[in-house]
């Protein structure tokens, strides 16, 4: 009898250029090193335990098998009340609200249900680094338009010479990660004049809307009439109730293109978890959790700037989310010569402070001397990084 070798089939990848992304190798370098992890962007404190309480009470009640596809009633319900009350958007929980496992998913499922193989969509870098290879797995051709260097503000000239006969959907972010840029009422207003003569659809990634600081209002698509009628508008409760690990999100889109996308939606995910929809649903009731949201993170934002005001970073406007950028070039140390991916090593090793290059939001790894930090952070561990910065 011949004893043959196990062999494992080739497979050709669908994404021959993605490895392991910048956020697993620096918490991973954080950890080996020590270091105050200011990179990968997560909370370090709990969420309300009146949240918590919520799970278990809705688990004992026996929530505990499969909501309706879409997501359970009550949830969509409590989104479209915000929606009217927040942006004014008259939207149907029936057909125009799905519960998503996360944002990320809900992006994704966005592009399958909308792009065809050799559609084309616009991608305003730096981006999050999911667009790209879900725009790729959906059979579509991203086309990388660069946000203005230094603001970080769109460059309405560029999108709208980058649209072409074949452009599918438009994918925008505000705030925005990494930069912490927020979009205008008159940025969006372009963008609504601009694709107002196409059929262009948007997709617009929203999880930081209630982290938007110094009296700024977040212009959600849902605000513009031209835009929420092509949009498809994702939401995040894990970035809003600091719970990044439930992965529940919302897409809220017209019907028409609800349908579409809980075609796809129903044969990806499903359903999403239940009782984690049932308190949720609950814990809406009351608005002040989100809607002191952009006080919370403001005074955290405050914190880290102000320390970050004793050393040589220079640092970037931080108008929201939960980042702040800084240009490294003129520190006192030789590596702010480095490459921001090596500099960020060199930081995690030596002082003990883990960020993230903004090259890694680029295609191309455009490096402009920037690295982005997270003040997701109890004040304590903000004020032990910023003493450790203190040394630059």
């Given at each position: 009898?011949t004893?043959?070798?196990?062999?494992?089939?080739?497979?050709?990848?669908?994404?021959?250029?993605?490895?392991t992304?910048?956020?697993?190798?620096?918490?991973?370098?954080?950890?080996?090193?020590?270091a105050?992890?200011?990179?990968?962007?997560?909370?370090?404190?709990?969420?309300?335990?009146?949240?918590?309480?919520?799970?278990?009470?809705?688990?004992?009640?026996g929530?505990?098998?499969?909501?309706p596809?879409?997501?359970v009633?009550?949830?969509?319900?409590?989104?479209?009340?915000?929606?009217?009350?927040?942006?004014?958007?008259?939207?149907?929980?029936?057909?125009?609200?799905?519960?998503?496992?996360?944002?990320?998913?809900?992006?994704?499922?966005?592009?399958?249900a909308?792009?065809?193989?050799?559609?084309?969509?616009?991608?305003l870098?730096?981006?999050y680094?999911?667009?790209?290879?879900?725009?790729e797995?959906?059979?579509?051709?991203?086309?990388?338009?660069?946000?203005?260097?230094?603001?970080?503000?769109?460059?309405?000239?560029?999108?709208?010479?980058?649209?072409?006969?074949?452009?599918?959907?438009?994918l925008?972010?505000?705030?925005?990660?990494?930069?912490?840029?927020?979009?205008?009422?008159?940025?969006?207003?372009r963008?609504?004049?601009?694709?107002?003569?196409?059929?262009v659809?948007?997709?617009?990634d929203?999880?930081?809307?209630?982290?938007?600081?110094?009296?700024?209002?977040?212009?959600?698509?849902?605000?513009?009439?031209?835009?929420?009628?092509?949009?498809?508008?994702?939401?995040?409760?894990?970035?809003?109730?600091?719970?990044?690990?439930?992965?529940?999100?919302?897409?809220v889109?017209?019907?028409?293109l609800?349908?579409?996308?809980?075609?796809v939606?129903?044969?990806?995910?499903?359903?999403?978890?239940?009782?984690?929809?049932h308190a949720?649903?609950?814990?809406?009731?009351?608005?002040?959790?989100?809607?002191e949201?952009?006080d919370?993170?403001?005074?955290?934002?405050?914190l880290?700037?102000?320390?970050?005001?004793?050393?040589?970073?220079?640092?970037?406007?931080?108008?929201?989310t939960?980042?702040?950028?800084?240009?490294?070039?003129?520190?006192?140390?030789?590596?702010?010569?480095?490459?921001?991916?090596?500099?960020?090593?060199w930081?995690?090793?030596?002082?003990?402070v883990?960020?993230?290059?903004?090259?890694a939001?680029?295609?191309?790894?455009?490096?402009?001397?920037?690295?982005?930090?997270?003040?997701?952070?109890?004040?304590?561990?903000?004020?032990e990084?910023?003493?450790?910065?203190?040394?630059?």
């Amino acid at each position: 009898m011949t004893t043959m070798t196990p062999l494992t089939p080739y497979l050709k990848s669908r994404l021959p250029k993605v490895g392991t992304t910048i956020f697993t190798v620096m918490s991973a370098l954080a950890a080996e090193h020590k270091a105050v992890n200011l990179g990968q962007g997560f909370p370090d404190f709990d969420c309300d335990p009146a949240l918590v309480d919520a799970v278990t009470q809705t688990m004992q009640a026996g929530h505990n098998q499969y909501p309706p596809m879409p997501g359970v009633p009550a949830l969509r319900q409590a989104m479209a009340t915000k929606m009217q009350a927040l942006y004014g958007l008259n939207c149907d929980p029936a057909t125009e609200i799905t519960v998503t496992a996360g944002a990320t998913q809900a992006i994704l499922t966005a592009l399958l249900a909308v792009v065809h193989p050799g559609d084309e969509v616009i991608v305003l870098e730096p981006c999050y680094d999911s667009y790209v290879p879900n725009i790729e797995l959906a059979g579509g051709v991203p086309v990388r338009v660069p946000l203005t260097p230094g603001t970080f503000r769109p460059d309405f000239d560029r999108i709208a010479a980058a649209m072409t006969s074949r452009t599918r959907a438009i994918l925008i972010n505000s705030p925005h990660n990494p930069s912490g840029t927020v979009w205008s009422a008159a940025d969006m207003q372009r963008l609504q004049d601009l694709l107002a003569p196409t059929d262009v659809l948007l997709i617009s990634d929203e999880v930081y809307e209630h982290m938007v600081f110094d009296g700024q209002h977040h212009q959600s698509a849902a605000r513009f009439p031209g835009l929420a009628a092509r949009a498809f508008i994702v939401s995040s409760f894990g970035k809003t109730y600091h719970v990044t690990g439930w992965k529940v999100g919302t897409v809220v889109a017209p019907a028409a293109l609800t349908a579409e996308f809980r075609k796809v939606h129903q044969f990806n995910v499903f359903t999403v978890n239940t009782p984690m929809q049932h308190a949720l649903a609950s814990y809406m009731a009351n608005p002040a959790p989100y809607l002191e949201l952009s006080d919370f993170y403001q005074r955290k934002r405050d914190l880290f700037r102000e320390g970050l005001a004793a050393t040589r970073f220079r640092m970037l406007a931080g108008e929201g989310t939960y980042f702040q950028c800084v240009d490294i070039s003129s520190l006192a140390v030789p590596e702010r010569e480095l490459p921001e991916g090596d500099f960020c090593q060199w930081l995690t090793k030596e002082i003990g402070v883990a960020a993230i290059p903004l090259s890694a939001f680029y295609g191309d790894g455009f490096d402009q001397r920037v690295v982005r930090f997270c003040f997701a952070k109890q004040d304590d561990t903000l004020r032990e990084a910023l003493k450790r910065l203190a040394r630059l």
